[in-house]
């Protein structure tokens, strides 16, 4: 019976465990903040898997956890910078895509825990844009994290940055990156589904991955409803500097 799973899956027992309590715990954490779940659950899952795999199946998985969310904080999105956000990232994804597709595996992984750590580290200093907010600037930035959402699956990141640097509260933030994020991935699926990039076996794991996720959506729901989400946003960073320097170190040793 686990033989036919593991053959529909590509996953070994211990490839699913892993994957299961990596997923579980990005959920718990995209719930409460609104933001990591996708630099959590790549930077996790390309320890085990390719990123050629892992992206599509994270882009997946964001749009699900979307669907959950995106009731709940509908009005409370900002769609003044959305829509400038989104139209950038429909420039600049169809370009990530093709370096999915295109750059070898091992160099991806390198450019994906790259790209997280220097994040984390940027949001654990604080750092804000200091230039003002313009409709350029808007679309530049969301060009930027469509190329590297379409590439790494963690086009969120920088625009987490964005909204932190802008008045907008935590409620305010958490609900706009929550449609965008919803917006974005599944313009990027679309567009992994014409590039060959979501394979059978792809889709049976992302089904079962969605039940990790809603039970972690729900349990981190209920954490941000009764306390402030920075309590968490420290110990969501430090897991992501963690995996990046695994992630490296792994690929360097390989």
């Not at 910078?81 to 139209?87: A, N, S």
């Not at 889709?203 to 954490?223: A, E, K, S």
């Amino acid at each position: 019976m686990y033989f036919e799973f593991e053959i529909l899956t590509g996953l070994s027992p211990f490839m699913l465990i892993f994957a299961v309590l990596a997923i579980g715990l990005a959920a718990i954490i995209r719930g409460y903040s609104g933001f990591g779940f996708s630099a959590l659950t790549v930077t996790s899952l390309s320890l085990i898997l390719p990123p050629a795999e892992v992206v599509p199946t994270a882009f997946l998985l964001e749009i699900a956890a979307s669907i959950h969310m995106l009731p709940l904080v509908w009005r409370q999105v900002d769609w003044k910078i959305l829509r400038w956000l989104v139209l950038g990232a429909v420039l600049g994804t169809p370009f990530g895509i093709a370096l999915l597709s295109e750059v070898p595996q091992g160099t991806m992984r390198l450019v994906i825990y790259g790209l997280v750590l220097t994040a984390s580290l940027l949001l654990w200093k604080d750092f804000r844009f200091k230039r003002s907010v313009g409709r350029i600037w808007t679309i530049g930035l969301g060009s930027f994290s469509g190329l590297v959402n379409g590439s790494a699956g963690i086009g969120g990141l920088p625009v987490v940055l964005f909204l932190l640097s802008t008045s907008s509260g935590a409620a305010l933030t958490r609900a706009s990156l929550v449609a965008y994020l919803f917006f974005t991935d599944v313009y990027a699926s679309i567009l992994s589904g014409s590039q060959d990039l979501m394979s059978s076996s792809l889709l049976w794991r992302t089904g079962v991955f969605l039940i990790p996720l809603t039970i972690g959506i729900y349990i981190g729901h209920l954490r941000f409803v009764k306390t402030s989400p920075e309590s968490f946003r420290k110990f969501a960073l430090c897991l992501q500097i963690f995996l990046s320097l695994v992630g490296v170190v792994q690929v360097l040793a390989a």
